[in-house]
């Protein structure tokens, strides 16, 4: 299982910005701090991304690059798609478990967004 959270600062003054609007974010993954997150705009091939996985409901693979110039190292992009349960902890906390799909076992994977 891996286990990847995403830490943020609260803010004094009682801020009424919901954990998942937060700019700026520290990772840590398997507890192991690994770097960090920004909140951002798509950018033209995020939404390219987006547009050519619409059509899928669950699964992994790799999209080609259609481009001349690489973007990407090898000329592909490894995806993942798949369904996540959504769990409000506080206002300081989102949980999203990847759900597996036989429903035998548990997440194989857990995001945890929390305002400390």
Known sequence: MVRIAMECEKRSGGDKTQVMEEPIWTMFCNGKKSGFGVKREPTEEDLRVMRTLHV???GAGVI???KEEEVHPEGELAY???HFERVVGSRDSETYYMMNPDGNSGPELSL????V
Do not use: I
Not at 112 to 115: A, G, K, P, S, T
């Open 56 to 58: 899928v409901s669950m």
């Open 64 to 66: 080609p690059e259609e």
């Open 80 to 82: 993942m798609r798949a």
């Open 112 to 115: 945890f967004f929390v305002r």
